[in-house]
């Protein structure tokens, strides 16, 4: 199964830059923590989960590990 990470903005939307990164499933727009993130934010492989300057939603990557535990260890 394909993960990608998806951008949650602030107030200020994109240009308040990145609040939090999400992981969702696919193409969907629903992060795997059951929030819905705007379907035109940025998206980032899941290989960079954890290695942004931005947080990383603890929610998210506990189901992500659950699921691509192979990909997750390769990059903890
Ligand atoms: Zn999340």
Request: hydrophobic content about 40%; proline content about 5%; glycine content about 10%.
């Amino acid at each position: 199964m394909m993960h990608q990470m998806r951008a949650e903005y602030g107030a200020d939307g994109e240009a308040g830059g990145v609040r939090l990164w999400h992981m969702v499933r696919g193409e969907e727009s629903v992060a795997m923590c059951g929030r819905e993130l705007d379907p035109a934010a940025r998206v980032r492989e899941a290989v960079d989960w954890g290695k942004t300057p931005e947080l990383c939603c603890h929610t998210c990557g506990a189901y992500f590990l659950r699921e691509a535990p192979y990909l997750a260890a390769e990059h903890p």
